[in-house]
């Protein structure tokens, strides 16, 4: 067999076409060549699988770090398989490479995740005219703790008797100063409520920043309300007892306004159903209904609002004035602004002017269980 | 003892229930039955039924014992599976006799951590078809997200990792196994050919490669802490020492857990060579060790708690020290740690009874501290205008039949098992193997990372 070899057995000049793709690959091309040659065989019928597994084996070990071809299986006590400790049957470049693309992959995502959900607005500053943000403008020397505010996004949010979507708390610091702070929903700008949530039930609505919650799809597991700094979410933890009134939906159709039904978590809304509408639009309930002029409510962005309009108006009046806005150190970014003295870290709550149990309220979801007690508490008195 | 007799003894399980094993079913069945008339009246009347409320202006909080006992059986399945594929990947063999039980503990517990998920949302209507569209994207916030995936993630590797052992055992004991589960063997056995051991073998292997990387370092090291750790609104919550805290918590828990259950089983089949003093002895030193780091990752967070700590900080610190039920949780783990200090040092005081007492106690405590870390972080918010509001926690017979349910289920769920399947392995995972890596895996024995000693032979 003069000026043939066995390569040209497989078909004459395919050494001559085979090697430089081989070599391409980067790896031993003469092995290339034998396991090409052997299959050829094993088609042809004149070796065994068994006998082509084990063949180059060792040869796919040195070369490739490992051998995933079935061979393995046929049940060589020397196979790699046998060895207790199965990492040696991969070279430790192999284990690396597998390593180090397992963690190129981690970096990938996370980054591809940040790029696409999580950058937030101090990375990426709007270009343009700053976004609709709705929020508030409280001014603590006003309020005297008459809670209209409360009873009145009572009256038109329907909700229960434990919630207080708005609630004016009285505090004393440590110099015996006593003042009132209404707290609604901070509305955050980085909001961890909204980060929390695990089915997107939370969310801050584009069109003006409204933090809100879809009452369709909430599952109720209350990881919001753990995870708001400032306490203003309250669970729906028994079927309601007053109907909706008011039309609860948002212009895109969400339910979002009024009382969250049964297992579901509602807190201060900024009244989205008002927003929608034209002739409402920029007002919300509890500061039209405030008789000392204490809330105003409006797009905290637009200098031509109601809240920006009295900030501006009570700097000129007094010449300086003091803001403030609650727990900035977490983060959150708020959008309700105080006007007044910042509570002291060791303020306490006190009993107001008016004291909130005066109004009727109650003090846990525990107290409206409606229902028959079972008959076991029953007979030892009830709950 | 000779692997005949060995085999004969483990088989006993499978036989004729005894009138007392009735009396077992009865029980856990009852508490079952309870524990869902108990849930069809939170299902009728909402969650107000439990004590729990709104933090803040509400005065109460919002995750009770529900959330701490998630946590708690999440933990014994973490560390239940831990122990079992340290069993396969160091080869320690002190606790091979164990290490099918603690597999099914990890699944009955891990089902039982799913229920209490269930428990706890006020829409369980919702749960699928509220998480399953938001998936793809709540993965990259929501901590709780993180937790679902990861725990089914888990159910679904145990799973594989209990199947793929069990197939070899009934293959082998087919014979001798009760001919009324015939069907169920054969839905097991379905494909499965002898010769596939050698590569489930080293599927085995990887999975358990895998359960020891994931456990410590993403689920209860991890995913699980983080639901709190990374929350600055709850001081008591809030930092980095979750983690490991968690993490000494489960293993704690699983240890008391399994030797609870492997003394139950060795005193109900008088198994003292099947599951032999070795085990527990080792099962012991294990717990004392754990519960070590335990206590001291607690040290840690009150001594930074107290000496000069920012304010939310300090207060969180200290309404846990004032807590007598911290103490009633903090006290009898030293006490464990004492006494099978002691006993791990002094050969001789060795009693099986008191070392499964020690590990029930420790289980209890952890128990404790776990409602009490949940409870006490959402009394303690940072916003402190709210301190002072009246309100208290105190679990409702609702939240407490949950957990006479949850033992129930657990019961029954051995009670089952035992007579399906047999409850420690039996076919030797070495055997056949040669002299060769006979000597590799004693090799590894001496350099486990527990230095644990190997059961005498
Ligand atoms: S105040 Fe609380 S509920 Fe409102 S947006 Fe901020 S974090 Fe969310
Ligand atoms: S309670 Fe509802 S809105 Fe809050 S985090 Fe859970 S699913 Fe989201």
Redesign the interface.
């Known amino acids: 067999m003069t000026g043939l070899n066995k390569w040209d057995m497989i078909r004459p000049g395919w050494e001559q076409d085979a090697e430089p793709l081989l070599a391409a690959g980067g790896h031993d091309p003469v092995l290339g060549k034998e396991a090409a040659w052997d299959a050829l065989r094993l088609v042809r019928g004149e070796i065994s699988e068994e006998e082509f597994y084990q063949k180059h084996h060792q040869a796919y070990l040195n070369e490739f770090g490992a051998d995933m071809r079935p061979a393995v299986s046929v049940g060589d006590a020397a196979a790699p398989l046998d060895e207790p400790n199965y990492l040696s049957g991969m070279s430790r470049r192999a284990a690396l490479k597998l390593l180090g693309a397992g963690v190129a992959g981690l970096f990938f995502t996370s980054w591809w995740a940040r790029q696409t959900f999580g950058a937030s607005p101090e990375e990426k500053p709007p270009a343009g005219p700053l976004p609709v943000q709705m929020g508030m403008v409280v001014d603590l020397e006003n309020c005297d703790g008459c809670l209209v505010c409360m009873a009145a996004c009572r009256g038109h949010n329907g909700t229960p008797a434990w919630t207080h979507w708005m609630y004016v708390i009285a505090f004393e610091d440590e110099n015996g100063r006593v003042n009132t702070l209404p707290r609604t929903c901070q509305h955050c700008s980085n909001a961890p409520c909204v980060k929390v949530c695990p089915v997107g039930a939370r969310f801050k609505r584009k069109k003006d920043g409204l933090v809100l919650s879809n009452f369709d799809i909430c599952i109720g597991c209350r990881y919001c309300q753990v995870s708001c700094p400032y306490g203003v979410n309250y669970f729906q933890w028994a079927e309601p007892e007053t109907q909706v009134h008011i039309e609860s939906r948002d212009y895109r159709g969400r339910w979002v306004a009024g009382r969250p039904p049964k297992g579901v978590m509602g807190k201060c809304t900024f009244c989205p159903e008002r927003q929608d509408e034209e002739e409402t639009k920029g007002t919300a309930v509890c500061a039209l209904s405030c008789p000392h002029n204490a809330l105003h409510f409006g797009d905290m962005n637009d200098p031509n609002s109601s809240p920006r309009r009295y900030l501006e108006q009570k700097k000129q009046e007094k010449g300086y004035i003091s803001t403030f806005r609650l727990l900035e150190e977490y983060g959150t970014r708020p959008n309700v602004l105080f006007i007044g003295q910042r509570p002291s870290p060791r303020a306490r709550p006190v009993e107001g002017p008016v004291p909130i149990k005066n109004m009727g309220f109650m003090e846990s979801g525990r107290a409206v269980i409606k229902g028959e007690h079972p008959w076991f508490l029953s007979a030892f008195g009830g709950q | 003892m000779d692997e005949q007799t060995r085999t004969r003894h483990i088989l006993k399980t499978l036989g004729r229930p005894t009138p007392k094993y009735f009396i077992f079913l009865l029980l856990g069945g009852a508490g079952l039955l309870w524990f869902l008339y108990a849930w069809s ?1 939170q299902l ?6 439990t ?10 909080v ?2 009770g014992i529900y959330i701490g006992s998630f946590i708690w059986w999440v933990g014994i399945a973490h560390g239940g599976i831990i122990i079992s594929a340290s069993v396969r990947l160091f ?1 320690l063999e002190a606790f091979k006799p164990v290490a099918r039980m603690a597999e099914l503990l990890t699944i009955a517990a891990l089902s039982v951590a799913g229920l209490y998920i269930i428990l ?5 209507d ?2 699928v ?3 399953i569209p ?1 998936f793809p ?2 993965i ?6 993180w937790d ?1 995936t990861v725990i089914t993630l888990y159910f679904v590797m145990t799973g594989t990792y209990l199947l793929l052992t069990v197939r070899r055992d009934i293959h082998f004991l087919q014979k001798k196994l009760p001919a009324v589960f015939a069907p169920l063997y054969r839905l097991l056995l379905m494909g499965y050919h002898p ?1 596939e051991d ?2 489930v073998e ?1 599927m085995v ?2 999975l358990a490669l895998g359960i020891i990387l994931m456990a410590p370092l993403l689920l209860h090291g991890g995913v699980i802490p983080w639901l709190f750790a990374l ?4 001081p008591g919550w809030y930092g980095a020492i979750q983690g490991p805290q968690f993490l000494s918590i489960a293993l704690t828990s699983a240890l008391g857990a399994v030797l609870l259950i492997a003394y139950i089983f060795r005193r109900a089949y008088g198994w003292k060579d099947v599951l032999p003093d070795s085990a527990f002895r080792s099962l012991g030193s294990a717990l004392a060790l754990f519960a070590l780091f335990f206590l001291w990752l607690q040290l840690q967070q009150i001594i930074t708690g107290v000496f000069a700590p920012p ?1 939310g900080v300090e207060e969180s610190t200290a309404a846990k020290l004032h807590q007598p039920l911290y103490w009633a949780a903090i006290i009898p783990v030293g006490l464990v740690l004492l006494y099978l200090g002691a006993q791990w040092a002094i050969r001789s005081i060795f009693s099986i009874t008191r070392t499964v007492v020690a590990g029930v106690v420790a289980v209890l405590a952890v128990f404790l501290e776990k409602v009490l870390f949940v409870v006490e972080g ?1 009394m303690e ?11 208290s926690y105190w679990p ?2 609702v939240e407490l039949s949950s957990v006479v349910g949850a033992f129930s289920f657990v019961l029954v769920f051995f009670l089952v098992v035992a007579k399906v399947m047999p409850i420690v392995e039996v076919v030797e995972e ?1 055997a056949g ?2 002299d060769g ?1 006979r000597e ?2 004693e090799l ?1 024995l001496r350099t486990t990372p527990l230095g644990l000693r190997r059961a005498e032979k």
């Open positions: 009246y009728q009347y909402g969650m107000a039924v004590g729990l409320g709104d933090w803040g202006a509400g005065g109460g919002p995750w080869k706890h949302v006020g829409r369980p919702r749960i078809t509220s998480i938001a994207w709540r990259h916030f929501s901590p709780l997200v679902v010769s050698k590569k080293r292997w990887w929350l600055p609104s709850m304010l959402l918010p940072g916003f402190k205008l709210y301190q002072g509001v009246p309100g409702s017979w070495e193997a040669s890596h590799m895996a590894r």
